[in-house]
């Protein structure tokens, strides 16, 4: 909107042009004229404010400027994708700059970190944490509203996002997902290979915690079994303890020794414990069958249980 000096008599000037004058007769001042475009643009100004905001100007509703004012024009649901969102105000900015606010309701969950909005085809910004930095994945939930501003650079989303939580709270340290692994047989030894022992399965909950395994007494007696090489093997790693020629060494879990995977995918694991030899000869020569308590089966109490635990990192 720009200034309009007055018709006529003109005052002093002003930041804009020259002030208006009353007229004064006694002094020989006409007075200063209004021109046309003066009420034409302010009305005009006003209507825009009203249509932007969305209402259709009405002569019998003197409270349409005021709604505009509350109501706001920088509010638009998101279409595109959800690390690409499409931006349309009802009131379209003229330009980017530094201080822009628009409250957004975004169209989707962001799979990647590098988000990215366009706001009425003015060009495609990065979205960003209120902190400058890149949201993680999951941190824009679909359907939700988000207040951003444009830094001149970034759109930046103010609200605290997930990921800003978690580092100011600290991740949840403590063990979840707690399950017991039972034996519940004994299985003959027999052959050179190795021999499964217990099999099963554990389903892992979160896709960034490491899995902690214990074991309720000793899995293994390397002095007793001197030629065997035990195995639990959980998903894609192999625990293992090997014994013969007094060469005892063990990175099984045990009641005092807690053993960490990491890497493990979320979902359903398989685990086996399996026995095999270390040396060439038959099971029977290192598994005496005469021994009390032993029978030649596999040497591993019944009451052995393995805890199976995740704790994030």
Known sequence: MQYIEPVGAQGPA???????????????IAGSFLAADVPEHVQIEILNAIAGSGQTPAGANLKQ????????????????????????L???P????????????????NTSTSVTANINSLGVKPV???DGTDPAVGDIVGGSAYPTIYDGTNIRILTPLPSDIAALVGVNKSPFNVAQLSFTTRTALSGTGFVSFQSGSYTKKSATSDLVVRASTNLFSTATYA?????????????EAVA??????S??????????ISGVAAGSVAWAISFGRNDANAWSSIVNPTTAGDGGNMPVSTATSLVIQEIEP
């Open 227 to 239: 030629a065997a090489i035990m195995r639990l093997v959980f998903g894609a790693t192999t625990l």
């Open 251 to 260: 990175n099984l879990p045990s009641p005092t020794t807690e053993r960490k």
């Open 94 to 109: 003229l330009a980017y700059a530094a201080g822009l606010e628009v409250n957004v309701v975004v169209p989707g969950t």
């Open 128 to 130: 960003k944490k209120r």
């Open 90 to 92: 009802s009131l379209a």
């Open 14 to 28: 002003n930041d804009f042009g020259r002030d208006y004058v009353d007229k004064n007769a006694g002094l020989g």
């Open 244 to 249: 013969g020629n007094s060469n005892t060494t």
């Open 65 to 88: 400027l005021a709604y505009a004012i509350q109501k706001g024009m920088n509010y638009a649901a998101a279409t595109g994708g959800a690390n690409a969102w499409a931006i349309t």
